[in-house]
């Protein structure tokens, strides 16, 4: 008997010890890493430079500032005509000489009122002298990013296993962020409002994060708003005991919006949509071999509304959604004192293949993108996770100290000729344009002065392909066949000094 009460003693110590072990590996992907719950550039304020608040460990502050400056030419993203109100894709002679600031502030409280624990999060940004009109992608000044209040029960499901209840104002990053994402490199960011309910963390050795929020509508001047007519809901379980390389995600994402597509008041008029979209992530580094792989594929299916003039009345019907993606990369990284790492990328999105339907049957085969991150797949913001064919190859290395170096050249084809370059608003409905988009070259420079300061300089260059140079000659004229570039330097400050790059 006394040997069995040892045995399960020995049993129960076991056990606790794998819930204390951290199983969290983090992906070596391009881009694709979420950022923490808790902003990178945030610290407890006992581990700041502040000796007097060496004991304070239950606030966390924060506070930050970022300034680059962009140059784009020939540049292909669509602005609005300020007459119309609508957007466009004609290009302006002159280049675009963009300064873009953002300033950040976070405040958290934990522990100290346990299992009461709350965040706040400001956030300004602006923009300065540019040619096309300030967007929502660019200024937002002064508005409450994060103000949630929660419930975090420390060993609620086991030990150091929590149950985290949230209500409020949040960000969220989910999986390689392709469909859930704070958007890092835009200078304004993505938020929602809602509920929030995670049983363990990522450290364990699996954990389940569910939410059900609306998501913000950003106002340039004015408080934002929750989109009461969008729901966006779901969860992640993320599985990694399976192995001590290879992190498992079965994943589910849905999208209700209740439009109102009559509304002649409302200048954003939705249309219904009801799109369910599981999936399944999988990645893993095998740090003895030094290779690393990332991939995901996700289904979406449900209905689609959309919308017609027929007899001078606009009609709306709901049409099968019926959808799918994929991402795959495959990395090595070299034994070499500068850390070089090679990798390759595939990843496609479907695109609509019936611009012409009937109003009242067929289906809807263009990916939905939800609220993803893009700059994995361009360093010019031009491409999404829709209608689209892109191959990639990348080398990244790091040859002195805090000091990163990438580069990389992308290709892109349509996934379906006669549905649109999205993020240009470029479409050919006969689908007589060919497939091929273009090709995109980018180099990148990261440098960490020091805790408090680092600083980045990018540069791509996109050379149009023959449905760009087709499409872009009809709708804007000959300056449309020519190559886009943009240079892109940036700063960013943290009054805490962190010491990790505010530039992802």
């Known amino acids: 008997m006394k040997h069995k009460k040892l045995s399960l003693i020995a049993l129960v110590a076991l056990s606790n010890s794998a819930l204390a072990e951290d ?73 675009d000489n963009l300064w873009l600031l953002r300033s950040r502030a976070y405040v958290g409280v934990k522990d100290i009122l346990d299992p009461l624990r709350f965040a706040v999060e400001f956030q300004d940004s602006r923009s300065y002298n540019g040619l096309y009109e300030k967007s929502v992608s660019d200024v937002n000044e002064f508005e409450l990013i994060q103000g949630y209040a929660e419930l975090y029960f420390n060993n609620a499901l086991g030990n150091n296993r929590p149950l985290q209840l949230r209500a409020g104002r949040q960000h969220l990053e989910l999986l390689d962020r392709r469909l859930m994402g704070n958007n890092q490199f835009r200078n304004t960011t993505n938020n929602f409002e809602g509920f929030r309910v995670r049983l363990g963390k990522k450290q364990n050795n699996w954990d389940l994060d569910t939410f059900a929020l609306q998501p913000i509508e950003r106002l340039k001047y004015d408080f934002d708003r929750p989109d009461e007519d969008t729901w966006i809901y779901g969860g992640v379980l993320s599985v990694k005991q399976w192995s001590d390389f290879i992190t498992i995600q079965p994943y589910f994402l849905g999208k209700k919006v209740n439009g109102d597509p009559y509304n002649k008041i409302a200048l954003d008029r939705k249309n219904d949509a009801d799109i369910y979209a599981p999936g399944l992530r999988v990645y893993g580094v095998f740090s003895d071999s030094g290779f690393d792989f990332d991939a995901d594929i996700n289904k979406q299916f449900g209905r689609f509304g959309t919308t017609r003039t027929v007899n001078k009345k606009l009609q709306q019907s709901l049409l099968q959604h019926d959808a799918i993606a994929y991402s795959l990369e495959l990395g090595y990284t070299f034994d070499h004192e500068w850390k070089p790492r090679a990798s390759l990328y595939y990843g496609y999105g479907s695109g609509d293949k019936d611009p012409n339907r009937n109003i009242t049957s067929g289906s809807n085969e263009r990916f939905d993108t939800f609220y993803g991150f893009n700059q994995p797949w361009s360093r010019n913001d031009y491409f999404s996770w829709d209608n689209v064919h892109a191959p990639k190859a990348r080398i990244e290395f790091t040859p002195y100290k805090d000091v990163r170096l990438d580069t990389g050249y992308n290709a892109y084809w349509l996934a379906s000729e006669t549905d649109a370059w999205n993020r240009a608003n470029l479409r050919d409905l006969n689908g007589k344009s060919g497939f091929f988009l273009g090709h995109e070259f980018d180099i990148r420079v990261r440098h960490q002065l020091n805790p408090y300061v680092d600083w980045s300089a990018s540069y791509s260059r996109f050379n149009p392909g023959d449905f760009t140079e087709t499409v872009s000659s009809n709708t804007t004229g000959a300056q449309g066949t020519t190559g886009a570039q943009g240079f892109y330097f940036e700063v960013g400050l943290n009054a805490f000094g962190d010491g990790k790059l505010t530039y992802k």
């Not at 391009?30 to 000796?51: A, G, I, M």
């Not at 606030?59 to 602005?79: K, T």
């Open 23 to 95: 199983f969290y590996q983090k992906t070596k992907a391009y881009r694709v890493e979420p950022e923490p719950d808790t902003p990178s550039y945030v610290r407890n304020l006992s581990k700041t430079q502040f000796e007097q608040f060496r004991d304070v460990e239950w606030l966390d502050v924060g506070v930050d500032f970022r300034s680059r400056y962009e140059y784009r030419e020939n540049d292909y993203r669509p602005w609005t005509d300020t007459r119309s109100g609508k957007p466009v894709s004609t290009f302006r002679e002159e280049p």
